[in-house]
């Protein structure tokens, strides 16, 4: 039997697909994870009853990157779209061999000519190791896409988090119709302690219809993964 939780998440998917029919399931999760609430029903952080009542990481179980807010979810400002190739990119990046990425595929019709960890995904993580270097630099790109107003300008806002600087460039994206896709690059250099921290990208519409929120996390890796997964 489907668990709840699941059966719950697909009903939403399926709401959001009857009003835009032409969004990838990529470009709904964008929505959902973007317009989700990191604050709880007192405006307050989230926090963790798992850790002490600390505020909540992005990593923590079930937190993610918030509260879903459903109809908010319909009408995000921007998605972040990722086709299939680009999820097998990921899986090549990963040192998975063929049998492996088969069984998630599905399909020995793929190519692993262009792997890459970075996937196009609204959320930022950057993976460090004991004994590494004084600072760590992780460069991320990322592409939009505008499914709000035909016309609209973007402000990138950042709270980095603990010990690091976080740049982004550019610092304004504008739309000038709907459908029009613009690149960013965010750059994040760590010099801190070998512990977890976290901070957030928010993409603010200037008229203030949309704030378009990313998690960015910092944490140990204690699989001893290849590179920084995204």
Sequence with gaps: MQPLADAIEDLRAWRIWSVHPEWSPAAIKSAF??????????????????????VASPLAMGM??????????????????????????????????????????GSNSYSCSSPSSDLNYPSFIVLIRKKRASSIIQNFQRTVTNVGQDVSTYKAMVTAPEGSTVTV???KLTFRKRNEKKSYNLTIRYEGKEQS??????????????????????????????????
């Design 33 to 54: 994870m973007t317009t989700a609430d990191h604050l709880d029903n007192t405006n307050s952080p989230i926090r963790d009853s798992g850790n002490g009542l600390q």
């Design 64 to 105: 993610g990157s918030g509260h879903i807010r459903p109809n908010q979810v319909l009408d995000p400002g921007i998605v972040y779209y990722a086709t299939p190739q680009d999820y097998v990119n990921l899986l090549c990046s990963m040192n998975f061999n063929s049998a492996q990425i088969l069984n998630f595929i």
């Design 169 to 171: 460039s550019p610092e």
């Design 197 to 230: 921290s976290f901070g957030t990208l928010v993409w603010a519409e200037e008229n203030g219809n949309h704030m378009v929120r990313s998690p960015i996390v910092i944490t140990l890796d204690v699989y001893k993964t290849s590179t920084g997964l995204c």
